[in-house]
């Protein structure tokens, strides 16, 4: 059963420190993105990635937030330094994308941040 | 800027009442729309619609698309307490941004029993 994951689940830290989460999307899929959700802003695209090459990071904070593809097989993204504004879920969604063509994306557990 | 609005944005309804959510779309170069479910964890994917005026069915959801008016319903039938959830829109538009999903801000769907 082939699913996204995402490391951790669960992060509380202090205001200033550097938070970093990880994903694994389904192997086979060339489309990675990063979202974040807040009760406010509902589920917001923060960057994403396609054949580990970053196409979009216009919803993420520059200064603070970076978001990496290493190999086919991680993508991480990175807060540093946190603040509590930040507090909010973060999920990881892959998919195939080729050719023009969209198709659904698999979103990961996701992992919930809170930043004191 | 594309945008996808969703309405209501909550619904409380009884067990085996019929609702009907709706998502319209402002996305340019439009592909396709897509409906997913949120409960306590991260969204599941129902249905994706990619021609207007035909239906998809899955047990008691089903949902269209209108190309021509932008716009898309999701319809459940003799609701069930486990049909209690966020439901998202989305929409994918094609051209260099292909794959990129537009959310609307959810309709929050609460069925007692």
């Known amino acids: 059963d082939a699913r996204v994951t995402q490391t951790p689940r669960h992060k509380v830290t202090e205001m200033g420190q550097e938070v970093t989460m990880r994903c694994q999307p389904i192997?086979?899929?060339?489309?990675v993105f990063w979202y974040r959700q807040t009760m406010m802003q509902g589920l917001e695209l923060l960057a994403y990635f396609r054949n580990r090459a970053p196409l979009d990071d216009s919803g993420m904070p520059k200064d603070r937030f970076s978001a990496e593809m290493p190999d086919a097989t991680l993508a991480t993204l990175k807060i540093q330094p946190s603040e509590p504004r930040d507090s909010a879920v973060y999920f990881c969604?892959?998919?195939?994308?080729?050719?023009?063509?969209?198709?659904?994306?698999?979103f990961g557990p996701g992992t919930r941040l809170t930043v004191t | 800027e594309d945008k996808v609005v969703q309405s209501p944005l909550s619904l409380v309804v009884h067990e085996g009442d019929t609702v009907t959510l709706n998502c319209s779309y402002e996305?340019?170069?439009?592909?396709?729309l897509l409906w997913y479910k949120q409960e306590k964890k991260a969204p599941t994917f129902l249905f994706m619609l990619?021609?207007?005026?035909i239906e998809k069915k899955s047990g008691r959801l089903s949902s269209i698309l209108d190309k021509k008016e932008l716009f898309s319903i999701l319809n459940i039938t003799a609701t069930q307490t486990g049909d209690s959830a966020i439901y998202l829109c989305a929409g994918t538009a094609g051209g260099t941004s292909y794959g990129k999903l537009t959310f609307g801000q959810g309709t929050i769907l609460t069925v007692h029993p």
């Open positions: 192997l086979g899929h060339n489309t």
């Open positions: 996305v340019t170069n439009f592909r396709s």
């Open positions: 969604a892959s998919g195939w994308n080729g050719q023009g063509i969209s198709y659904e994306q698999y």
């Open positions: 990619t021609s207007s005026g």
